[in-house]
C-alpha cells in the first residue's frame, strides 16, 4: 500500500524521525542504517547556491552535480531500556562534509488507557508535524523544500528537552509538544536565549491538521559575507563574537511558524499534503561597513500529492513558492544588502515529478524531473535516485 512507500521515503526512513518510531515499542534494541545517493544532470548548478533575499548562514550547499554523490547517509542506534525508559542516537553524513550528530536522546513515556505521555532530553529534531518534519532527507524527492531551506536551513535540531501528550483519537486533538531548546542553532545563535516550541496536531477521520511556533533571541548570528561565501553543510551559524570579519550579522528576535494539511483517504492509494512555514526576524543587522534596522519576513509553502498506480509503484507530485521580503534603515543599509545577499529579492517557485518503484531489501529508486524559476534565472533539473533503507539491520531484546 502507498502509506508503506511513503513512510519508506519519510519519517521512518530515516534519524530525523517524526515521531518516537525510531524507539522500540518493547523492551529490546535496534541498530538501522539508511542511504541516499542521486546522480542530477541540470542546466546551473544544483542545489541552488541562494535566493536573493533569504539571509541564513550565506554558505552554498555541495554542488551535486555530476557522478551519482551521497545525498545523506544516516546510522542510528536505539534501545527500550525498560517500558517507560529509552535511548537513542545517531549520526548522519552529507556529501563530502563530516559526520555530525542528529540524535543523542533520553526518553520516557507513561501509557495510559489511549493516551500517552513522552518527555524526551537531548539532541533531537525539533518537531513541526509529520508532514514538515518528513520533507527533506530520505522524501519524495531529492531536494529540501524551498520554503524548509530557507526558513530553517533544512532539518533543524538542537539540545533541548521536550513534553508531549499523545491519544489515538479519531476526531479532535491528538497531540501537544512543547519543547525548550538551547537555540544555538539556527535561526538562533551560539548566544542567543532559551528558545520555546509548541506543536499541535488534530484530525477529523482521514484529515489532519498541524501547527506549530517557535521564539528565538539570537545575538551575533552571523552569515559569511557573499562574496566570500563557503561551500559546505554548516550545523551552527557563525559566532559573530569572535569578530566581525567577512560576516553580516544579527541581534533581535525570530520568529518561526509552520502549517500544514495531510489527507489521505482510507479507500483511495492517495495521499495529498500542503505545508507552509515562515520566519518574521526584527532586530539589528550590522557589518564591519556599518548598521541598520532590520525586519524580514521568509515564507513559503509546498503541495504534495503522492499516488501509487500498482504496487511497488508511486508517482509523486510537488510545487512550491517562496517569497522573502526584507526592509533595512540606517547608515551603510545599502552596502549591507548587498554583502548579506539581500538585493534583487523576489518570489521563487518550484515544481517536481518523480516516479519511484520499491524492490526488495528496503531499496528504493526513483526517477524525476523538475524546473526551478525565479528572476533572471531558470534552471531544470533530471536526477536518478536511490535509497537503501535497513531499520533494523541489527537488533534483539533485553
Not at 160 to 166: E, F, K, L, N, S
Not at 248 to 257: A, E, K, L, N
Not at 362 to 376: D, P, W
Amino acid at each position: 500500500m502507498l502509506a508503506a512507500t511513503l513512510a519508506l521515503c519519510g519519517a521512518t526512513a530515516r534519524a530525523h524521525e517524526v515521531a518516537s518510531e525510531a524507539i522500540p515499542d518493547e523492551p529490546g534494541w535496534r541498530v538501522g542504517a539508511a542511504i541516499a545517493v542521486v546522480g542530477v544532470d541540470t542546466n546551473e548548478r544544483w542545489p541552488p547556491q541562494t535566493w536573493p533575499g533569504v539571509l541564513i548562514d550565506g554558505t552554498s550547499p555541495r554542488d551535486m552535480r555530476g557522478s551519482p554523490r551521497i545525498e545523506h547517509a544516516t546510522l542510528d542506534l536505539a534501545a527500550r531500556l525498560t517500558t517507560s525508559l529509552a535511548v537513542h542516537a545517531a549520526i548522519g553524513w552529507h556529501d563530502r562534509d563530516s559526520a555530525h550528530t542528529e540524535a543523542a536522546r533520553l526518553q520516557w513515556r507513561w501509557q495510559r488507557s489511549t493516551d500517552r505521555i513522552e518527555a524526551t532530553a537531548g539532541r533531537d529534531t525539533v518537531r513541526m508535524g509529520t508532514v514538515i518534519d518528513a520533507a527533506g532527507h530520505f522524501d519524495l524527492f531529492s531536494q529540501m523544500p524551498l520554503a524548509k531551506r530557507a526558513v530553517t536551513n533544512g532539518m533543524w535540531t538542537d539540545d533541548g528537552a521536550t513534553v508531549a501528550w499523545r491519544a489515538d483519537a479519531t476526531r479532535g486533538l491528538r497531540s501537544v509538544e512543547i519543547g525548550v531548546w538551547s537555540g544555538r542553532k539556527f535561526p538562533g545563535s551560539e548566544s542567543g536565549d532559551i528558545a520555546p516550541s509548541v506543536q499541535l496536531s488534530a484530525g477529523w477521520g482521514d484529515l489532519e491538521m498541524q501547527l506549530f511556533a517557535a521564539r528565538l533571541h539570537p545575538e551575533g548570528r552571523g552569515a559569511v559575507v557573499q562574496t566570500a561565501g563557503q561551500e559546505g553543510h554548516l550545523h551552527n551559524p557563525p559566532d559573530c563574537s569572535a569578530g566581525l570579519t567577512q560576516l553580516v550579522c544579527f541581534d533581535g528576535r525570530s520568529d518561526v511558524f509552520g502549517a500544514a494539511l495531510r489527507w489521505e483517504p482510507h479507500d483511495l492509494d492517495l495521499v495529498m499534503s500542503i505545508a507552509g512555514l515562515a520566519r518574521h526576524e526584527r532586530g539589528r543587522l550590522y557589518s564591519l561597513s556599518g548598521g541598520a534596522d532590520y525586519r524580514a519576513t521568509t515564507n513559503g509553502f509546498w503541495a504534495d500529492i503522492a499516488w501509487q498506480p500498482a504496487p511497488q509503484w508511486t508517482v509523486a507530485a510537488r510545487l512550491e513558492r517562496l517569497v522573502p521580503t526584507n526592509e533595512l534603515n540606517g547608515v551603510g543599509a545599502s552596502l549591507l544588502a548587498r554583502e548579506a545577499n539581500l538585493e534583487g529579492a523576489g518570489p521563487v517557485e518550484r515544481g517536481t515529478l518523480a516516479l519511484l518503484r520499491q524492490f526488495a531489501w528496503g531499496l528504493q529508486v526513483s526517477v524525476e524531473a523538475g524546473y526551478e524559476s525565479r528572476a533572471a534565472l531558470d534552471t531544470s533539473h533530471v536526477a536518478l535516485r536511490a535509497i537503501w533503507w535497513a531499520p533494523r539491520l541489527l537488533g534483539g531484546t533485553l
